[in-house]
């Protein structure tokens, strides 16, 4: 017999084992193409831990659910795909500014609006970090296969966990259908992280009173403490404020969380980039073709690099500098029309040349079509 | 001083709140936690969920572990919570617009499942906050800032929506009434179920104001001479009727889905065991 921990998994079906060994036990969601083995999954799988499953009215609804058993200290999860994200925007916002960890995982179809249900794409990386209206901190990790649906899964709830915040992932269609080979990493091995609680010994709790860390710790309700929670900009006791310096500190706060920690969340995937002439800059499954290019270039003598975010927000600015300031040309294959190719021209400065190569076909984008913009630049 | 049971209850810290002279919601607020008193609620295991408008601000005056969640989305989050944790008691208190117009769905839906939240919805007849829209619980012909000529939609008769949606338990008091509100939220949260209660309440500043409703103390005594106890209608009567309006037991969401994970577990174990 084989090790029990290698199987051929589902992407969604990976992601869902991911959750459940972060320590998922709540899942509310409403079912939606190409995302619904997720939900389908959980709600086989949860009951069987003592977990809840729930399918609710709309994406608005399974939001706000997953936030409301966050916050009663279940670690919860949603998974969805454009439509539904779009739905979920206000109240991710909400989770920003109340602080409450979730996982939103985003298994991205092709176009905009209904767009191309069962095909793949790339389309909302823009709004994962700005789908939710004003200033807010984004974490966004991106899966290129089975088995980093299920790790990436699972980091994805340790990092909403230490953060306090929403954390979403995103894959698509195609990886989340693909069969592949997944280990099934022990919660051991994974490393679960815990959110920061509030002392229920010590007789005061200040909501707001955080370290250098800027990250508070938690009240979950049913606390003797009797945190209060809203959307509203508050003051360090949690109560509503509009005194300008408490307003701007609050705002700035929420944002340098992730700034602050932008070393320890940056997690790139790097091919040759130490001597790259050319940079291929990928994400998710756009990636699997990238890394072919630049291996099989590299391998006939050709100065081709490959880096390929598996965070990508915060966006790796330094990581980009860095490269710029030694190859001539970034090649950003993505299947949306260059919006990750904005951000590589936002940190390279002008110190390299960034070219886009966009499929929105809803089919792969393939290594043919990167290979023949490569190839000029060699 | 004031009364023990606000001293308990209430954030006295964050008095005065931000309700209007002759607002409803204070009163309303004053019986909602009165229910809490006679219940002996643990604060630290009562939560009072809302969502936007003035009457969702009540959770910020209110001393238990509360949310002030997004605009009608109160009950999803609700439901979440207490799927969570049966241990807690949950207590919803929404507006008219909140709960009706963009919490809606969310609403019928909540019935459906009979879960074991309590909702109380402060119907103040439109959007207090925003001042003074109609909203879907505003009487037709009557004035609001977006119905200048007269409100033309039909308004609901959301104890009837709630019945029909699947509540298991559904009252209606007004703020007039107030220790009723006490009585039906005591009641409400006792039940086991989705308890719903509507409390028509006033809110002088907007509707009143533009419906020629007169001063406060004019619009309680509205409330007092156009409402008929349920026990006392024989349904024909043009007014609000107010007391228990309807009760059955049925099975509960929350102790249903207990018992989900349990055969869930088994089914589990014996396919280990094969
Ligand atoms: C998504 C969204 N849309 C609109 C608003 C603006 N808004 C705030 S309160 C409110 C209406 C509140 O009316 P109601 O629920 O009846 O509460 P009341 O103020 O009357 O107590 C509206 C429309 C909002 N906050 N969020
Ligand atoms: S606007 Fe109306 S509902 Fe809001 S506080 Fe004033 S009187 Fe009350
Ligand atoms: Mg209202």
Request: net charge negative; hydrophobic share 40%.
């Given at each position: ?7 051929l ?15 998922c ?13 997720i ?8 009951p ?41 925007m ?27 249900p ?6 909302d ?20 296969s ?60 200040v ?26 900009v ?14 701007e ?14 070393d ?5 995937e ?16 756009s ?52 919006q ?7 940190a ?5 040349k ?6 929105i ?18 | ?14 008095l ?5 002279a ?10 909602i ?17 809302s969502g936007?408008?003035c ?30 944790n ?27 499942r ?31 800032t977006?119905?200048?000529y ?5 308004s ?51 509707f ?20 008929i ?13 107010i007391?228990?309006?309807y009760k ?27």
């Amino acid at each position: 017999m084989g090790d029990a921990r290698v199987q051929l998994l589902q992407g969604n079906e990976a992601c869902a084992e991911g959750a459940l060994a972060a320590g998922c036990r709540f899942y509310g969601g409403y079912p939606i193409t190409p995302s619904s083995e997720i939900a389908e999954i959980m709600a086989f799988r949860l009951p069987q831990e003592g977990g809840k499953f729930v399918q609710m009215e709309d994406e608005i609804g399974s939001i706000a659910s997953i936030i409301g058993a966050s916050m009663a200290g279940v670690k919860a999860f949603t998974a969805t795909s454009g439509p539904g994200y779009s739905l979920m925007m206000e109240n991710i916002g909400y989770a920003c500014v109340t602080e409450i960890p979730i996982v939103i995982v985003n298994v991205m179809r092709c176009g905009p609006s209904t767009g191309q249900p069962t095909a793949t794409g790339q389309g909302d990386l823009m709004q994962a970090r700005w789908g939710t209206h004003s200033d807010h901190p984004a974490i966004t990790l991106a899966a290129a296969s089975g088995q980093e649906m299920y790790d990436l899964t699972a980091k994805a709830f340790n990092l909403s966990e230490k953060f306090r915040m929403p954390v979403t992932m995103l894959s698509d269609a195609v990886v989340g259908h693909i069969r592949e080979r997944v280990v099934l990493h022990s919660p051991d091995e994974i490393g679960i992280v815990q959110r920061k609680l509030a002392d229920e010994s010590a007789d005061e709790y200040v909501p707001m009173d955080v370290d250098d860390s800027h990250i508070p710790a938690l009240a979950n309700l049913g606390s003797k403490h009797h945190p209060y929670y809203t959307g509203l900009v508050h003051s360090g006791k949690g109560f509503f404020t509009s005194k300008p310096e408490e307003v701007e500190y609050f705002i700035r706060r929420l944002s340098l969380k992730v700034e602050k920690h932008k070393d320890e969340l940056i997690d790139v995937e790097e091919l040759g980039t130490d001597d790259c002439e050319v940079c291929l800059v990928s994400f998710g499954v756009s990636g699997r073709a990238a890394i072919n290019i630049a291996q099989r270039m590299r391998d006939a003598g050709k100065k081709v690099g490959h880096l390929r975010l598996k965070t990508v927000w915060p966006f790796p600015d330094e990581v980009i500098k860095s490269i710029a300031a030694k190859c001539h040309t970034f090649v950003v294959p993505e299947m949306n029309l260059g919006q990750l190719k904005l951000e590589v021209e936002r940190a390279a400065c002008g110190e390299a040349k960034v070219i886009g190569v966009n499929n929105i076909s809803g089919s792969m984008i393939t290594t043919h079509e990167i290979y023949d913009v490569v190839k000029e630049f060699v | 001083m004031p009364e023990a049971f606000l001293e308990k209850y209430l954030r006295l810290e964050n008095l005065p709140t931000i309700w209007c002279a002759g607002c409803g919601l204070g009163t309303d607020m004053r019986s909602i936690v009165k229910a809490f008193d006679t219940l002996e609620l643990d604060p630290d295991m009562t939560v009072l969920v809302s969502g936007i408008g003035c009457s969702s601000r009540m959770p910020a005056y209110v001393d238990v572990n509360t949310v002030h969640t997004t605009h009608g989305r109160a009950i999803a989050f609700a439901t979440g919570i207490k799927l969570a944790n049966h241990d807690l008691t949950v207590v919803v208190v929404s507006g008219d617009g909140d709960a009706a117009a963009i919490g809606g769905n969310h609403l019928i839906h909540a019935c459906r499942r009979n879960i074991n939240i309590t909702l109380v919805v402060l119907n103040n007849s439109n959007y207090g906050m925003t001042s003074g829209q109609y909203s879907p619980l505003t009487p037709q012909g009557s004035v609001a800032t977006t119905a200048p000529y007269g409100n033309v939609e039909q308004s609901w008769d959301l104890c009837d929506l709630a019945r029909a949606s699947g509540a298991t338990y559904v009252a209606r008091s007004t703020t007039f009434h107030y220790e009723l509100i006490t009585k039906l939220v005591t009641k409400g949260i006792e039940h086991k179920g989705f308890s719903f209660i509507e409390v028509i309440t006033q809110c002088p500043t907007y509707f009143g104001r533009f419906n020629l409703a007169g001063s406060p103390t004019d619009m309680l005594k509205y409330q007092k001479t156009h409402s008929i106890r349920i026990e006392r209608s024989d349904g024909t009567e043009e007014a609000i009727t107010i007391g228990e309006l309807y009760k059955r037991e049925a099975r509960e969401y929350c102790d249903h889905y207990d018992e989900l994970i349990v055969r869930a577990k088994e089914l589990k174990a014996e396919m280990s065991e094969d």
